[in-house]
Every structure is written in structure tokens, then in C-alpha cells.
């Protein structure tokens, strides 16, 4: 982009030189066509400049503002997600089970107390009578809905599979994996959700979208997908930077 800046610039002055140029030694039945037609250029060069420097500015500012939008929902599926293992014990891959769960689910309210009793054991072993051990109890207090704990009255988890409204391809939807690997003598569940980022920014600019899907940088989405989980390691954190996080 600075090489494109630079021959832009350098054809402006360029052209400046031409009009003074002409000035001195056109005939001056001639000079008129050819001075309007330099200014012309000249216009619409310093308009091809100023562009090529707001486009990219206008592009990040509506990319940073999809990007919030298909965060946030990938958030909510995260929570969705490690909701639906804590109470079924594993992940899933399809939305409309996901969806359905959240509607019907419920936690499970406990609470632990310690306590101290006698160690009957221990005292038989020893031939005493006042050993004693600790122990704690799960009590069951009551259930809690899965909807009113992540999402209260929205309704935005009907909506979990396809990117927010306003943003993007609307026909576009997020992709949903789940499973498990192996972890030493244990299967570990795993999930993963992911968008394309040219899903999201369909209708920016081509050009721009193509960079931004071969970007690294610690401050940007890296590669061609935002996604959240993995299918290849415990983490269920996304691969946004944290400026992204909704919940910061």
C-alpha cells in the first residue's frame, strides 16, 4: 500500500509540473483543454489517494464491529456447551439439541457441609474411643433452569447456529463439533464451533477480506476462521484476542 501511496503522490507532482510546463510554453488557444484536463487527473488521482487510505480505515472499523457481534454468540455457545457437559457429562454437535436443552435442562442446586464423626475403624484398630475423622455431604438444595442461568428472558440461544442479524452472509451458519480424546486412561469431551471469516464480512471489500483472512497478529483474529474450542486439545477459550472478550 505505501508503493501504491508513493507512485500516487509521485504522479500528482508529476502532473503539477505538466500544468506549469504547458503554462510557459503551450500556445494559449491550446493551454485552456489542457490545463482543465491535468486538473481533472489531478482530482481524481488526490481522490484515488484519499481512498486507498480511508477504505482500509472504514473496512477495520465494520470488521471490528461483526466481529464483536459473531463473538458474542460464539460466547453464548461456549456457555451453552460447558453447561450441557456439566449436566449430561460430554458436549454436542447439534444445534438443535444444544438449543433444546437450554429450553428444558435444569442445574442441579447442591451444597457441602463438613462435619466431624467418629472413626469407628480407627478406634477398633487402636483400642481407643475418641478418633475421629472429617467427611463432607452433598445436599440437593433444588434445580435452577439452564435458560434463566445463562440467558435470563433472551431468547438468543434459538439463534446459536446462524451469525447476528446485520452481519455477513445471512445464510451463513456455524459449524458444530464435538467428541472426545484421549487424555492417559481417560476420554475427554471436546467441542469446537467455527465461522469463515469471508461469511462475515461478505460485501466489504474482496481485496481487503483476502489480507484479513491471511493475518498474524497479536492484536487480530489469525487464519480464515473465528472459532472457539478445539477438536484437537482440551480448550474451550476462542482464537480472538482478549480486546474482543465481551465479558472483560
Known amino acids: 500500500m505505501l508503493q501504491i501511496l508513493l507512485t500516487v503522490v509521485g504522479i500528482i507532482a508529476l502532473t503539477i509540473v505538466l500544468v506549469k510546463l504547458i503554462d510557459k510554453f503551450i500556445p494559449a488557444q491550446v493551454k485552456p483543454v489542457l490545463i482543465i484536463a491535468l486538473w481533472a487527473l489531478i482530482g481524481y488521482l488526490a481522490y484515488s489517494t484519499t481512498m486507498s487510505i480511508y477504505k482500509p480505515i472504514l473496512f477495520n472499523k465494520e470488521k471490528e464491529k461483526r466481529y ?36 428444558t435442562a435444569e442445574f442441579t442446586i447442591t451444597q457441602r457441609k463438613d462435619s466431624t464423626i467418629i472413626d ?43 451469525l447476528p442479524e446485520g452481519v455477513g452472509n445471512p445464510d451463513a451458519r456455524f459449524s458444530l463439533k464435538a467428541g472426545t480424546i484421549e487424555q492417559g486412561d481417560f476420554q475427554i469431551p471436546v467441542f469446537e464451533a467455527t465461522i469463515n471469516k469471508n461469511d462475515i464480512l461478505a460485501g466489504l471489500d474482496k481485496d481487503l477480506i483476502e489480507e484479513e483472512n491471511h493475518v498474524i497478529s497479536v492484536e487480530g483474529v489469525n487464519g480464515s476462521q473465528i472459532k472457539v474450542g478445539s477438536m484437537e486439545e482440551v480448550n474451550v477459550a476462542g482464537n480472538w484476542p482478549k480486546l474482543y472478550d465481551s465479558k472483560q
Open 68 to 103: 464483536a457481534k459473531v463473538i458474542r454468540n460464539l460466547e453464548d455457545i461456549r456457555d451453552a456447551q460447558l453447561a450441557h457437559r456439566t449436566v449430561t457429562g460430554k458436549f454436542t454437535d447439534s444445534f438443535e439439541n444444544l438449543i433444546k436443552f437450554v429450553d
Open 120 to 162: 469407628k475403624e480407627a478406634n477398633k484398630r487402636f483400642g481407643l474411643t475418641t478418633m475421629t475423622k472429617q467427611i463432607f455431604v452433598i445436599d440437593t438444595l433444588g434445580t435452577k433452569p439452564v435458560k434463566d442461568s445463562l440467558f435470563k428472558t433472551s431468547n438468543r440461544y434459538k439463534t446459536l447456529m446462524k
